[in-house]
Each structure stands twice: as C-alpha cells, then as structure tokens.
C-alpha cells in the first residue's frame, strides 16, 4: 500500500482545486484548467482504489491458501507413537 | 440284651415318660457316651449361632449330627460328600423323637494320620520361623517374567489367559511338573528349583482344585525347602479351597485362584496402561483445544483485519465520492451557461436596440423624404400647379404684378407666355 502516500496527496489537492472553484471568483479559463485537473486526479484515485482492493483481496486468499496447507500437515502429526 | 420281658403285663406309659426313660436307659451305655460313627456328610447346614447340622449317611441308614459352635470351630473344613470319621455322644432329642450324634470331633476318612503328619511338621518349620511374616519377600511391581510351576491343565490355562488379558507384555516360562501322586513332591521341589536358575521376577505355584490327598504333595517338607531356597518370591494358589496348605504358608503371597495370582501380577501393568490410555487422551484433547483456540484466534484476526482494511478503503472512497460531487458542481460547464444566458441576453437587448435605432432612423428618413418631396418644387408641377414667374421671379402674392404686366407660366411639361388681365388680392 506505498501508493496510498500518493492517494491522500492526490484527494487533497483535488480538495484545494474544489476550494479554489467554489469561492467563486475563478476566471473562466482557470476554472477549466482547474476542472481539468480535478477531474484526472479523481480518475487516477479511482484506479488506485481498484487495484489496492485486488490486492487486499489476493493477500486475504493466498493467507488462507496457506493455512490450508499449515493444516494438513498438523494431521499428519496426530500419530504419536507411545 | 433285652429291653423289656414278654411276660409282663403291656406297659402304659405317656411320651415323656418313655422319653425319660429311653434317655436314661442310653446315657448309662459308656459306649454310647462317646462313639465314632463312620458316615458321608450330607445336609451340611452351619446356623448363625456358629452350631452345625448335619447327617451322616451310607447306603443303608442316616444318623443326624449337631455340634456346638465351640466345638464346630476347631473342626477341619468338611462338606457334603466328604467321608468322615466324626466322635461324639449320642443322645435323645424328645422335642422330634430323634437320636442323634452331638459331635465333638470330626475328621476325613483315613486323612486323620496324614493331618497329624502334617499338623507335626507344621510345628517345627514353624519353630524355624519360616513362617514368618519378616520372611516374606516383596516382587516386582512391574515384572516382566514369571515362572509358572504346574500341571498343564485348566489351571495353568486360566492364569495364562488372564496374565495376557491385562499385561501382555509378562512372559511366562511354563514349568511343567506333575502335582499329585507319589513322590510328586520330588518333582514339584525340582521344578521349584529349576524356575531359581531362570531370569524370572516370580515363580508361580499352581494346582487346581482335588481332595486333602490330592493336594498332599503341598505339604511337604520338600516342597516347602524349595519354596524356600528359591532365588525369587513364590506365589502360591493351591487348591481354590481356603485350605492352607504349608507351601501357602511359606510362600511370598497366596492367592485362592490362579485368577486371582494372574490379576496381582499384571496389576501394576494394567493400572499403568490405562492411566497412559487416559494421559494420551488427555494430550490429545490439550492439543486439538490448543489448535482450535489458535484456529480461533487466527480467524479473528483475519476478520479484524479484512474489517479495518475495509473500512480505510470505504473512507478514502467516500472521501474522494464527496470531492467528486463538489468538484462536478464547480463544472466550468454551469459557468458557460451562465455566460452562455448573459449573451443571449445581451445578444436579445442589442437586437432590440437596433431595432428602435433602425425604427426611429427610418422614421426620420421618412419624414426627410417627404419634407424633401414637399420641397421639390416640381411636385407641385406634377400636381397641376404652374409656377408663375416675373422679371425671373416666382410669384407668390398677387399683388407683385399690375394688369397688364407680362408673366410666364411654368408648367409641368412646357411654358406659356401670358399678361395679367386682372389682379385679384385675397380679402
């Protein structure tokens, strides 16, 4: 998750740029400039957002993959011989 | 003998006196104050009060016993079918018209010299103190083999059975040897001593049930030597009967079956095996709770942890969902509208302007025209006015000229030279 540095970072400016836009007294063509930007940076976090969930998802199976494994081989050491 | 003389009248007499009588005619008989009848014991029956009942029959007749508990407990073990010699008085009971033996000594046929051998015997080992309890040796809890001294037979197969029913981890080196007959209680010490030189933790002496003859060879003296110089501790079950026989009394430990001496022996054995059953459960139930507490506990943690990723993700998604909306209201687009209206607006008012322009323009153009037209002095020309001239002068007023005076007419198309006849000013 070392892209979640670069996520807040994002999720903030693209606060600032709403800030700047809703005070009102943006010319018209830095509102487009801003806009722009806004809108590529709620993209690029959506895209982040999506893969940090695919992989929180493979961490959770391949955990659970291996606990399957860890378990079979305690059965195995259920034989004590006396 | 006779009881009584034919010749005499019938006597008369009532029960009781007949009883007396026949009573004290009996109790002066000196061989009947103490007699030994020879029988088979039947009918058996000690009473709680310790006294004995019983009768003592051949094929013949039956004669009824009874002893005193005094005397009952003195008495050898006997029993129903045992052939006796038993020693008493014999008396009359009235009360049920009976004679019977109150016996005061009782003994098994031809036994009686054996017993007082055997009783003599006693005596001196005794007096050698190989009786005693100091002797006895303790064995091992836990053997690992024991000698089996005995005849083949359902004895010797009763103690292997349950030997490995509850300890099948005991050896056992059979010993064969015979247990009865003459001269077995050669063979019987031989095979004592041949259990010494093996690698045995106990020898075990076995012989089943028989008679006080049968079982004779157990006490002797040789038989009790060699118990006693054995290298390890003897255990004897003789018999199954609780008789003590002398081999029993110099023994390690006695036992009334060889069941019995084949549970003492795995004892220990058994006891242990099923406390390491019990240790082995409980091991694995400590383990499998051990395992399941960490199944558990790796659960929960599995849980928290997908519930706290979760929920930062859901954050950082809500976050960015409200900067998204915020954002989208800022759409320079609602702006353009915006201009978009105040252009029309003013594209609308500019219109309108021009319009009113255009309008008051033309107007003004209008009213030029036809100022322009008004002066045109051709107009009224065209409307059949002439335009009349004198001197080069255009005549307004009558009065500019007198009669006679020459004028020209400027018509539409043409002149025309004329004088003034008359003069006719406005009134």
Known sequence: MSDRGGFEAKLDRIDAIVKELESGDTKLDRAIELFKEGKHLARECEELLKSAQLQIDEAMSDAAQGGKQRAKTNELDDQIPF | MRLFEESRPVLQLTVSQFSDR????????????????????????????????????????????????????????????????????????????????????????????????????????????????ARKREFARFPRRVALVSARGKGADDFETTLREKSPNVAVRFIETRVQGEGAEIDIAEAIDRASRED????????????????????????????????????TAIGHTGDTHLADEVADAVFKTPTAAAEYIAGAWAEVTSRLQRQRERLTRAIEGVVVRCAQRRDAADQMLRLAVDRRSSQLRQRLLQLQNRLERQNPRHRLGERATRLTAAIVRLDGVRERVLTKKGNSLALARSRLTSVNPEGPLERGYAIVTHAGRALRDAREVRTGDEVEAQLFHGRLAASVERVMPDE
């Open chain 2, 22 to 133: 026949l009573r004290r005619w009996l109790e002066r008989r000196p061989e009947l104050q103490r007699i030994a009848i020879v029988g088979e014991i039947s009918g058996w029956k000690p009473q709680p009060s310790g006294n004995i009942f019983f009768s003592l029959k051949d094929d013949r007749a039956i004669l009824r016993c009874f002893v005193y508990s005094s005397d009952a407990k003195r008495f050898p073990t006997v029993s129903d079918g045992v052939a006796v010699v038993a020693t008493g008085t014999i008396g009359i009971w009235e009360r049920s018209s009976e004679y019977q033996l109150r016996v005061v000594e009782i003994a098994p046929l031809g036994v009686g010299a054996i017993a007082a051998k055997v009783e003599a015997l006693r005596k001196r080992l005794q007096a050698e103190g190989l009786f005693d309890r």
């Open chain 2, 200 to 235: 045995v933790d106990a020898v075990v002496l076995l012989r089943g049930g028989g008679s006080y003859e049968d079982r004779y060879p157990f006490n002797t003296e040789p038989v009790v030597r060699a118990i006693v110089r054995s290298r390890h501790p003897v255990v």
